[in-house]
Nanobody, 117 residues
Framework: QVQLVESGGGLVQPGGSLTLSCAASGSTSRFNVMGWYRQAPGKQRELVATIDGGGRTNYADSAKGRFTISRDNAKNTMDLQMNSLKPEDTAVYYC???????????WGQGTQVTVSS
């Protein structure tokens, strides 16, 4: 059973940057897609960005132009570089990894990102 562990969250001022990392306990090359999701207090979990095995990326409109997702299957890691952070980016950020068939879907425990002055 592969486990995902996020790191890199914290408190940052508006306009600042953070890089989140997701480390897998096993090979990430088996996953069709990996991604970052977030959940703010009182809101549903939402997609931030995904990256597939071929390196193709997809971003939520709120993340386009500010966030960059990357994946290194040699190191079994995935990162999310976040720039120009806004207070509305405050949330718990979760790492996800997915295999389409047979369906296999795992989540990390989450890391808190707080954007505040």
């Amino acid at each position: 059973q592969v486990q995902l562990v996020e790191s890199g969250g914290g408190l940052v001022q508006p306009g600042g940057s953070l890089t989140l990392s997701c480390a897998a306990s096993g090979s990430t090359s088996r996953f069709n897609v990996m991604g970052w999701y977030r959940q703010a207090p009182g809101k549903q979990r939402e997609l931030v960005a995904t990256i597939d095995g071929g390196g193709r990326t997809n971003y939520a409109d709120s993340a386009k132009g500010r966030f960059t997702i990357s994946r290194d299957n040699a190191k079994n890691t995935m990162d999310l570089q976040m720039n120009s952070l806004k207070p509305e980016d405050t949330a718990v950020y979760y790492c996800n990894a997915r295999i389409f068939f047979p369906r296999y879907d795992i989540w990390g425990q989450g890391t808190q990102v707080t954007v505040s002055s």
